[in-house]
């Protein structure tokens, strides 16, 4: 034993010159992480399979069969919850009316978002977290309207992990508030998202953080026979897409292609995620989404708001947008046999874990600055207390600018830091930490003289 721990320590020396803090899990997620159920998330999937087509397009009036159904027995899975919730989580179907684009819609449409809204307990604080899934499902012909089309997988594992994610934490509450939200229209062309995205963009709400699920709840590939529920990808855009000419200019010379927003977000699902979640590794793909498909966390990023999207290590593209067949004894189809509920699981956990992690926090530091005065070998970073939320003091991120990950944490309860690290050579950034460990986002300083 002493001569393993000899070795660690050794190794230790020689790959990273730095320590990790040792952070401690908060007992409140660690208890509602443990109540994530595969058994519930298997039986919304079937629930929602159960509807024949779920397609954005097909019949609002049948009680039993379409979009419309399917939404109500969302909206019914939510007000379920609302009672346990002391009246703090309410929901609706929030509509707009499309008329026909000449692509994916053929006609004017009755587009619904099934919204849950739990409500944060500190009225000082505006901040608010939100969940994705997409309802809507399709069939190899996206403008079909009546064939079935399950959607196990796309997206009833994504709305499921959101349903799953109402149900325990409306038991609970949070100084900020949260939104769970299963959207139509996904396959249609982003519709639910967009619809969504610019009405709070309208609103100027405070939105920090948006997950997006879409196909995390199977493990394997169509071709290369890879199975793998161990590890789930999170998508960040590098450059932001949102006034990236009117930043491009400090981007470039200060070296933050890789720290925007979306990718602070990803490390800190990666962070938390990891914490919390055991026998799941979660790796950051450094890109906005994955080749011919799109996602609904860019409708908020276009929006200016910080999204990233969650989505399964090996996708199998026999089992997404294929109308159910066999062909040459290949099985066709988005069918629920083909899911795994345990990986849906752990992924489930992880949205679970970052999303409390995130409304139980202070909100972020203010006013993050590092010092560049003088020429130096030191960093000298300031910040402001955050505008709301109980805090015992902050995180000093540290890293070298090659690496993917925050290597340091460093823990204060003051405003300002002088580390003998020439900021030439690293990246920083701050965090906001609550009594129970619970950090904010990271916010990377901008240069004061
Ligand atoms: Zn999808």
Same mark, same amino acid.
């Given at each position: 034993?002493?001569?393993? !721990?000899? *070795?660690? %320590?050794?190794?230790?020396?020689? #790959?990273?010159?730095?320590?990790?803090?040792?952070?401690?899990?908060?007992?409140?997620?660690? +208890?509602?992480? +443990?109540?994530?159920?595969?058994?519930?998330?298997?039986?919304?999937?079937?629930?929602?399979?159960?509807?024949?087509? @779920?397609?954005?397009?097909?019949?609002?009036?049948?009680?039993?069969?379409?979009?419309?159904?399917?939404?109500?027995?969302?909206?019914?899975?939510?007000?379920?919850?609302?009672?346990?919730?002391?009246?703090?989580?309410?929901?609706?179907?929030?509509? *707009?009316?499309?008329?026909?684009?000449? +692509?994916?819609?053929?006609?004017?449409?009755?587009?619904?978002?099934?919204?849950?809204?739990?409500?944060? %307990?500190?009225?000082?604080?505006?901040?608010?977290?939100? &969940?994705?899934?997409?309802?809507?499902? $399709?069939?190899?012909?996206?403008?079909?309207?009546?064939?079935?089309?399950?959607?196990? /997988?796309?997206?009833?594992?994504?709305?499921?992990?959101?349903?799953?994610?109402?149900?325990?934490?409306?038991?609970?509450?949070?100084?900020? *508030?949260?939104?769970?939200? =299963?959207? #139509?229209?996904?396959?249609?062309?982003?519709?639910?998202? %967009?619809?969504?995205?610019?009405?709070? !963009?309208?609103?100027?709400?405070?939105?920090?953080?948006?997950? /997006?699920?879409? &196909?995390?709840?199977?493990?394997?590939?169509?071709? %290369?026979?890879?199975?793998?529920?161990?590890?789930?990808?999170?998508?960040?855009?590098?450059?932001?897409?949102?006034?990236?000419?009117?930043?491009?200019?400090?981007?470039?010379?200060?070296?933050?292609?890789?720290?925007?927003?979306? $990718?602070?977000? =990803?490390?800190?699902?990666?962070?938390?995620?990891?914490?919390?979640?055991?026998?799941?590794?979660?790796?950051?793909?450094?890109?906005?989404?994955?080749?011919? @498909?799109?996602?609904?966390?860019?409708?908020?990023?276009?929006?200016?708001?910080?999204?990233?999207?969650? *989505?399964?290590?090996?996708?199998?593209?026999?089992?997404?947008?294929?109308? &159910?067949?066999?062909?040459?004894?290949?099985?066709?189809?988005?069918?629920?046999?083909?899911?795994?509920?345990?990986?849906?699981? !752990?992924?489930?956990?992880? /949205?679970?874990? /970052?999303?409390?992690?995130?409304?139980?926090?202070?909100?972020?530091?203010?006013?993050? +600055?590092?010092?560049?005065?003088?020429?130096?070998?030191?960093?000298?970073?300031?910040?402001?207390?955050?505008?709301?939320?109980?805090?015992?003091?902050?995180?000093?991120?540290?890293?070298?600018?090659?690496? =993917?990950?925050?290597?340091? !944490?460093?823990?204060?309860?003051?405003?300002?830091?002088?580390?003998?690290?020439?900021?030439?050579?690293?990246?920083?950034?701050?965090?906001?930490?609550?009594?129970?460990?619970?950090?904010?986002?990271?916010?990377?300083?901008?240069?004061?003289?």
């Amino acid at each position: 034993m002493r001569k393993f !721990k000899l *070795t660690l %320590t050794v190794l230790f020396c020689f #790959s990273i010159s730095f320590s990790q803090t040792i952070i401690e899990k908060d007992p409140l997620i660690e +208890k509602m992480v +443990k109540e994530v159920s595969a058994d519930s998330l298997q039986s919304y999937i079937k629930s929602m399979v159960a509807f024949g087509t @779920r397609s954005t397009l097909s019949t609002q009036t049948d009680p039993n069969n379409g979009i419309g159904a399917a939404r109500l027995w969302v909206l019914s899975k939510f007000n379920q919850f609302t009672k346990q919730s002391g009246g703090r989580l309410t929901a609706i179907i929030d509509t *707009t009316t499309l008329p026909a684009d000449g +692509k994916r819609v053929d006609a004017p449409l009755v587009l619904g978002n099934v919204v849950a809204t739990l409500k944060g %307990t500190d009225p000082r604080d505006n901040r608010v977290f939100l &969940i994705s899934g997409h309802l809507d499902s $399709r069939r190899t012909n996206v403008m079909d309207k009546t064939g079935d089309a399950p959607g196990a /997988n796309d997206d009833g594992s994504g709305v499921s992990a959101v349903i799953e994610c109402a149900r325990i934490m409306s038991q609970h509450s949070f100084p900020a *508030t949260i939104i769970f939200i =299963a959207v #139509s229209g996904e396959e249609q062309g982003l519709l639910g998202a %967009t619809f969504m995205a610019n009405k709070l !963009k309208k609103d100027s709400v405070n939105l920090e953080a948006v997950l /997006n699920n879409d &196909i995390m709840g199977s493990n394997n590939s169509s071709e %290369t026979n890879i199975i793998d529920n161990t590890r789930i990808r999170v998508f960040s855009e590098g450059l932001p897409a949102y006034e990236l000419d009117k930043n491009a200019a400090n981007i470039r010379q200060l070296g933050l292609e890789n720290d925007g927003r979306a $990718r602070q977000l =990803a490390r800190y699902v990666k962070e938390t995620g990891e914490r919390y979640v055991d026998n799941l590794q979660i790796v950051m793909v450094y890109r906005n989404d994955r080749f011919l @498909r799109g996602g609904d966390h860019t409708p908020y990023v276009m929006d200016g708001f910080t999204a990233v999207r969650i *989505t399964e290590m090996n996708e199998n593209y026999n089992h997404q947008h294929q109308d &159910i067949r066999k062909e040459n004894g290949v099985q066709y189809g988005d069918l629920t046999e083909f899911m795994d509920f345990e990986y849906l699981r !752990k992924n489930t956990c992880m /949205n679970l874990s /970052n999303l409390a992690n995130l409304a139980k926090s202070p909100s972020m530091p203010q006013d993050v +600055k590092v010092d560049v005065k003088k020429l130096d070998n030191y960093t000298a970073l300031s910040w402001a207390n955050p505008k709301s939320g109980k805090f015992k003091g902050f995180y000093v991120l540290m890293r070298e600018t090659t690496s =993917a990950l925050w290597q340091k !944490k460093i823990f204060t309860t003051q405003t300002s830091i002088s580390l003998p690290y020439s900021k030439d050579n690293y990246f920083f950034a701050v965090q906001s930490v609550s009594e129970d460990g619970n950090e904010s986002l990271a916010v990377v300083p901008v240069v004061g003289r």
